[in-house]
């Protein structure tokens, strides 16, 4: 009640109990004593079925010296893989 009476002045505020929460994609797990878990699958899972067929592979690293390189000689991409190179790319950044 105190945060309500302080907090609930600017908004709503909304208390969730228990011992698992889902926030901002992410599941907040506090099971176990002494622990805190953050699971991200779902908000992966979700974000895979938008990916096109053939981006699939692996990488040891995701920052490979290539990345940090420019090539002229490469096509860009067209808008619609543009926009979505921007958005998954903000997705995994988040």
Not at 29 to 35: I, K, L, N, R
Not at 52 to 71: C, I, Q, S, V, Y
Not at 83 to 90: E, K, S
């Amino acid at each position: 009640e105190n945060l309500r009476s302080e907090f609930g002045r600017v908004g709503d505020l909304t208390v969730n109990r228990g011992k698992v929460h889902d926030y901002l994609g992410m599941k907040l797990d506090f099971s176990e004593e002494g622990a805190f878990v953050v699971d991200m699958e779902q908000y992966f899972n979700e974000m895979l079925p938008d990916l096109p067929d053939d981006m699939n592979g692996t990488a040891a690293t995701p920052a490979a010296e290539h990345l940090f390189k420019t090539r002229d000689d490469v096509p860009k991409l067209d808008e619609e893989h543009a926009a979505l190179f921007h958005r998954v790319t903000a997705q995994l950044l988040f």
